[in-house]
Every structure is written in structure tokens, then in C-alpha cells.
């Protein structure tokens, strides 16, 4: 059997309920060369059953490990693979047809890149669309992922050159919710991201999302940007600019904190944010003026 051009990892933990159309969506795809690794992350219900039925297919791999996360699953799909290209794809997702097709045609055609993504549409649990995530870029991936945020996203959009992974290590299983956004980081010392700016998958939106957690968001992003200023290849620009983004942080966490009526911890995340950076004060009155739209049925 000839190596694929494409390595598709997949992780999955109790999928059984949406991994037969993300199964779909990668046979389905235009352009046939890949692998599939599917690394069952612990499932204790028919994940297995799901996959055994489809490795009729020689491209279709199946692994089981003890539950070790998300992060230790993608590692380990990672040191399976054998294309020249990764892609991740979660098992509650699903790909447009054309997906791999585009992204490896761009790749290609850019010698000098060596990652690729796209924007992705926003689905809810019957894949109806409730909207378009689009990435904010304004520069380098660099600057945008460490000054604006994770302006690459879901890992389900990346299509990525396997031996730069490997070069960089695997994702931080310490990390949950940013485990992601750290390795765009750490990705982003070493190459620029292709972007398409088309919705090539479709993420559905709903109560498992992990980002739901407030207070897993605050810890993991403090982790990821102290282990990210602390990269001896950031661009002194960037640096001068940490209070700045330490500070636009914490006001995003006071306002999800009061979002969610923790009003103590929103306190406490104003008050550090307007510390290091005093033109955060501007959207103090944003989270009040919110809530009270959202009371009357206003959208905006």
C-alpha cells in the first residue's frame, strides 16, 4: 500500500452519536489520498462497534488507548501517521466535501507554508447553520494568535506538514481548552497560516463544548501565554505588548464570569485587567448594558 499524501486523526471519546456522519464527510472527500486514524480515547460506548464496521476500507486505521484526553489522543494519531500532511478532525464535526482538496492545492501551490486553515461554519446538533466564524487576521499568525486570540480556531480546519509537527512536539496535554490555541503558537514560530477564507467544515455548537468552562478558560489561557512569552523566538514588538494582552484577557474572563453571575470573579479579573492596562475600562459598561438587551430580547 503506497503512503498517503494526507494523515487524518481523528480523536474520540463516547462518540457514537455523531462519528458516523464525521466518518462520512472524510470518505466522502474529493481528494481520495489519505489515511484515516481513528484513536479511541477510552470510549465506553459503541465507538468501537462504529469504526470495526468500516475498516473494510485499508485507509481506515483503528486504535484503542486508556482514556488519557483529548490532547494525549491527537499525539498519539500524530506518531501513527505517515503522510506528508496532518489533519485533525473531531469526532463531533464534519468536513465539506472539498475540504482536503483546497487546502492541499494551496499548500502545495506555497512552497514556503507549511500550515493551512480555514473559516468554518457554526452548526448546531442537526447541523443547522447558525452562523460563520470567520479568522480576525489583520498580520503574521504570530502576532495575530498572541496579540487578538486563536484566530485559527478549531483544530478541525488545519491541515498541517507532519515533519514540522513532529519538529515541535505534540499538543501540551497540560492544556485543555487552549491545548489547540498553544500549539497554533508554537506552529506560528516556525511558518506562517494559509488561510482560505470559505467555510470548509461545520463545528457543531452545543453543551459538551469544553470552551463553556469559565474558570478552565482563565487558568489554561494564563498557562498558554506565560508559555508562550516565554518562547525565545517571539519578536520584541510582541513582547512590549504583554501587559496589554494579559490585560485584554482578563477583561474577556469578567465578562464571562458576568455572564455567568460570578460577580466576585468578575471583580477580581476587572480589577487586574484595568491594573495592567487602564483603557480596558472602556468595556466595564459593556457586560452590564449586555446582559440588560439579552433581558429584553434584543440581540444587539
Same mark, same amino acid.
Given at each position: 500500500?503506497?503512503?498517503?499524501?494526507?494523515?487524518?486523526?481523528?480523536?474520540?471519546?463516547?462518540?457514537?452519536?455523531?462519528?458516523?456522519?464525521?466518518?462520512?464527510?472524510?470518505?466522502?472527500?474529493?481528494?481520495?489520498?489519505?489515511?484515516?486514524?481513528?484513536?479511541?480515547?477510552?470510549?465506553?460506548?459503541?465507538?468501537?462497534?462504529?469504526?470495526?464496521?468500516?475498516?473494510?476500507?485499508?485507509?481506515?486505521?483503528?486504535?484503542?488507548?486508556?482514556?488519557?484526553?483529548?490532547? /494525549?489522543?491527537?499525539?498519539?494519531?500524530?506518531?501513527?501517521?505517515?503522510?506528508?500532511?496532518?489533519?485533525?478532525?473531531?469526532?463531533?464535526?464534519?468536513?465539506?466535501?472539498?475540504?482536503?482538496?483546497?487546502?492541499?492545492?494551496?499548500?502545495?501551490?506555497?512552497?514556503?507554508?507549511?500550515?493551512?486553515?480555514?473559516?468554518?461554519?457554526?452548526?448546531?446538533?442537526?447541523?443547522?447553520?447558525?452562523?460563520?466564524?470567520?479568522?480576525?487576521?489583520?498580520?503574521?499568525?504570530?502576532?495575530?494568535?498572541?496579540?487578538?486570540?486563536?484566530?485559527?480556531?478549531?483544530?478541525?480546519?488545519?491541515?498541517?506538514?507532519?515533519?514540522?509537527?513532529? /519538529?515541535?512536539?505534540?499538543?501540551?496535554?497540560?492544556?485543555?481548552?487552549?491545548?489547540?490555541?498553544?500549539?497554533?503558537?508554537?506552529?506560528?514560530?516556525?511558518?506562517?497560516?494559509?488561510?482560505?477564507?470559505?467555510?470548509?467544515?461545520?463545528?457543531?455548537?452545543?453543551?459538551?463544548?469544553?470552551?463553556?468552562?469559565?474558570?478552565?478558560?482563565?487558568?489554561?489561557?494564563?498557562?498558554?501565554?506565560? /508559555?508562550?512569552?516565554?518562547?525565545?523566538?517571539?519578536?520584541?514588538?510582541?513582547?512590549?505588548?504583554?501587559?496589554?494582552?494579559?490585560?485584554?484577557?482578563?477583561?474577556?474572563?469578567?465578562?464571562?464570569?458576568?455572564?455567568?453571575?460570578?460577580?466576585?470573579?468578575?471583580?477580581?479579573?476587572?480589577?487586574?485587567?484595568?491594573?495592567?492596562?487602564?483603557?480596558?475600562?472602556?468595556?466595564?459598561?459593556?457586560?452590564?448594558?449586555?446582559?440588560?438587551?439579552?433581558?429584553?430580547?434584543?440581540?444587539?
Amino acid at each position: 500500500m503506497s503512503i498517503p499524501l494526507v494523515s487524518v486523526v481523528i480523536p474520540a471519546y463516547n462518540a457514537e452519536k455523531y462519528l458516523s456522519v464525521t466518518l462520512d464527510s472524510v470518505v466522502s472527500q474529493t481528494f481520495a489520498d489519505w489515511e484515516l486514524i481513528i484513536v479511541d480515547d477510552g470510549s465506553k460506548d459503541r465507538t468501537e462497534e462504529l469504526v470495526a464496521a468500516r475498516l473494510s476500507d485499508k485507509r481506515i486505521k483503528y486504535f484503542y488507548r486508556a482514556n488519557g484526553g483529548v490532547s /494525549k489522543a491527537r499525539n498519539f494519531g500524530m506518531s501513527q501517521a505517515t503522510g506528508k500532511y496532518i489533519a485533525f478532525l473531531d469526532a463531533d464535526d464534519v468536513w465539506e466535501p472539498i475540504k482536503l482538496e483546497k487546502q492541499v492545492r494551496m499548500l502545495d501551490f506555497d512552497a514556503d507554508a507549511k500550515a493551512c486553515y480555514s473559516a468554518f461554519s457554526l452548526v448546531d446538533d442537526n447541523l443547522k447553520p447558525l452562523g460563520i466564524n470567520r479568522s480576525e487576521r489583520v498580520s503574521n499568525a504570530l502576532e495575530d494568535l498572541l496579540l487578538i486570540g486563536n484566530v485559527i480556531g478549531t483544530p478541525s480546519t488545519v491541515v498541517v506538514e507532519r515533519k514540522l509537527f513532529t /519538529k515541535i512536539g505534540g499538543f501540551d496535554s497540560d492544556l485543555s481548552l487552549c491545548a489547540d490555541w498553544e500549539m497554533w503558537v508554537r506552529l506560528a514560530t516556525q511558518t506562517d497560516f494559509l488561510l482560505i477564507d470559505r467555510p470548509l467544515i461545520k463545528y457543531r455548537v452545543h453543551d459538551g463544548n469544553m470552551s463553556n468552562n469559565v474558570y478552565l478558560l482563565e487558568t489554561d489561557t494564563l498557562r498558554l501565554l506565560k /508559555k508562550s512569552f516565554s518562547l525565545p523566538n517571539i519578536p520584541a514588538r510582541i513582547l512590549r505588548s504583554k501587559n496589554k494582552v494579559y490585560a485584554k484577557n482578563y477583561m474577556i474572563f469578567a465578562g464571562s464570569y458576568f455572564q455567568t453571575r460570578r460577580y466576585l470573579d468578575f471583580l477580581r479579573c476587572a480589577f487586574r485587567s484595568l491594573k495592567l492596562d487602564l483603557s480596558q475600562c472602556k468595556y466595564l459598561f459593556e457586560f452590564p448594558l449586555r446582559k440588560l438587551r439579552q433581558s429584553m430580547g434584543l440581540s444587539r
